[in-house]
């Protein structure tokens, strides 16, 4: 089909927008990998769509739930408030996950996880502005709840993620009160009990896999004893399904439920221009356990690839790829397993987060006396929170407490930079790390003092695997990708950040940016500016 893209008065909407969210995705994997790739997988975008080569992050910590956020409300989490998965409540002294709402009830779910809902965000998303513009309907999935809910704003027509007890797709009261017949007939297939007993095998012959099957620092899939391929889908009765996560099941599951919602909401039927936002969770699975250097992680990345273009040819039979806008990017890369980077002659190390707590607490001790000097002995994205009550009685500063903790820290051979709130809320953070750390912050929700670790130190406990969250190239860089006709198809060098996003595609659109946005449109990729 030939691209059609009319002008009058206005520019002519595609009748669907799918924004694809990759979890744990970083650039590299799209140029490594490349060869390897199908036409009308991640090609489409590479060879045929816009690829902007240098984009990302701007913000720390670079987590799943700042990263669904930041891409569709065009801010950092000092504008929309999702600073972590999880942060601290200093005015109710208890945990907050991302995306908990105790006015909240699961729909199609008996358990307390349904109990969730946008209203943590802070300000509205590119979904929210669509919908304000064209009427469009708005659809988030994902295995993910967070994954589902941020990105589709705050009144979708529905947002749905995958259960891993029960293996179904659920939602909560926050959006409907009774699930959608069509996902009552999705989950009635059970599909995902099919990969029950599976075997992971890989796709290409083994001479096509970059590094050795067995690689440093990797773990192993739950129920197996050793990490290298074949793989199988081993079910527990304590996580029931949660065990496809990290292999290539977990995203043809949703690339299925995908079509399903296509269907089942009519999507791209009507006068207005319908978004989906579909987050795929498996390879952050996958990599979390592998590291990204990994034959699982690229074998992983390869059957994305696959599924997308499964994926991509049932959009051009259903609504036809002329009539449709894409954008695909990442919520945030993957540091290498400390072991591996440690062969290769960098610094990989693992930080005990909880053991250098109570080395923390204990330095504290000695120097100002006993007491309960945090709200919680962990951190959140890098956040510590005073307990100020203790602080008070021993007629001590926050940033007293915080020089002490900044010179301990940094003399532990970990910690890169450690900044005292009083200095974020000032803005008196120098250089990159310090740009980042500011853009992260958020002045209702952040700590008392944020720490950012050196690269190629992560915080682990385990002995094996890897993680994210870091301000560094290897967690910030992600591929962003636009395809469509509005677009000019391209490999672009220029700076972009993640914020971008938003007001590129609003400006395709010719629609206001959402209102905390702090990025602005690439009008240099947009065909008619």
Not at 77 to 92: L, M, Q, S, V
Not at 372 to 394: I, R, V
């Amino acid at each position: 089909m030939t691209c059609l893209w009319i002008f009058s008065a206005k520019a002519e909407a595609p009748k669907l927008i799918v924004a694809i969210l990759v979890d744990q995705l970083p650039y590299e994997y799209l140029e490594r990998f490349h060869d390897e790739f199908t036409t009308n997988g991640f090609r489409i975008f590479t060879e045929r769509g816009v690829f902007m080569t240098t984009a990302r992050y701007d913000y720390f910590p670079t987590v799943t739930a700042p990263g669904h956020a930041s891409v569709f409300s065009g801010s950092a989490p000092c504008g929309h408030g999702i600073i972590a998965n999880e942060w601290f409540d200093k005015r109710t002294r208890r945990v907050v996950y991302c995306v908990e709402d105790p006015s909240a009830s699961g729909v199609g779910t008996t358990t307390t996880e349904g109990d969730v809902s946008p209203r943590n965000l802070v300000g509205a998303t590119f979904a929210d502005q669509l919908r304000l513009r064209y009427r469009s309907r708005v659809v988030g999935i994902s295995m993910k709840d967070r994954g589902a809910i941020l990105p589709a704003g705050k009144k979708p027509a529905g947002a749905f993620w995958f259960e891993l007890k029960s293996g179904r797709f659920v939602t909560s009261t926050y959006y409907m009160r009774e699930l959608p017949e069509w996902v009552k007939q999705f989950n009635e297939r059970k599909r995902v009990a099919e990969f029950a007993g599976a075997t992971w095998n890989r796709l290409l012959d083994p001479k096509f896999y970059i590094y050795p099957d067995v690689g440093a620092g990797e773990g192993r899939l739950s129920g197996e004893t050793n990490s290298t391929f074949p793989h199988t889908v081993i079910l527990s009765k304590e996580t029931g399904y949660e065990h496809i996560m990290p292999t290539p099941y977990g995203n043809e599951l949703l690339a299925e439920f995908a079509r399903a919602a296509i269907e089942g909401e009519k999507l791209g039927e009507g006068p207005q221009p319908d978004l989906l936002c579909v987050s795929f969770s498996s390879i952050d699975s996958c990599g979390h356990r592998f590291g990204p250097y990994s034959q699982e992680v690229q074998d992983i990345t390869l059957r994305l690839d696959r599924q997308l273009n499964e994926f991509f040819n049932y959009l051009d039979q259903k609504i036809g790829l002329d009539h449709v806008a894409m954008i695909l990017t990442a919520d945030h890369g993957v540091a290498p397993n400390p072991e591996f980077a440690t062969q290769q002659g960098m610094d990989g190390q693992r930080l005990n987060e909880s053991e250098w707590m109570v080395e923390l607490m204990g330095k504290l001790d000695e120097r100002f006396g006993s007491g309960k000097y945090f709200l919680s002995p962990k951190t959140y994205g890098g956040n510590l929170y005073f307990n100020h009550d203790t602080l008070q009685e021993k007629s001590l500063s926050p940033a007293e407490v915080s020089a002490f903790i900044r010179e301990w820290a940094l003399s532990s051979g970990k910690v890169q930079a450690c900044y005292s709130r009083e200095q974020l809320l000032d803005g008196r953070a120098p250089g990159l790390s310090g740009q980042l750390v500011l853009n992260g912050y958020h002045a209702e929700r952040g700590g008392d003092v944020v720490l950012a670790l050196k690269p190629f130190v992560i915080p682990s406990s385990s002995k094996t695997g890897t993680t994210h969250g870091s301000p560094y190239s290897y967690d910030t860089h992600v591929p962003v990708l636009f395809y469509g006709s509005a677009f000019k198809a391209g490999r672009y060098a220029d700076e972009f950040y993640i914020s971008d996003i938003a007001p590129t595609l609003c400006a395709s659109l010719r629609m206001d940016v959402p209102p905390g946005c702090m990025g602005k449109p690439f009008l240099k990729a947009l065909v008619r500016p």
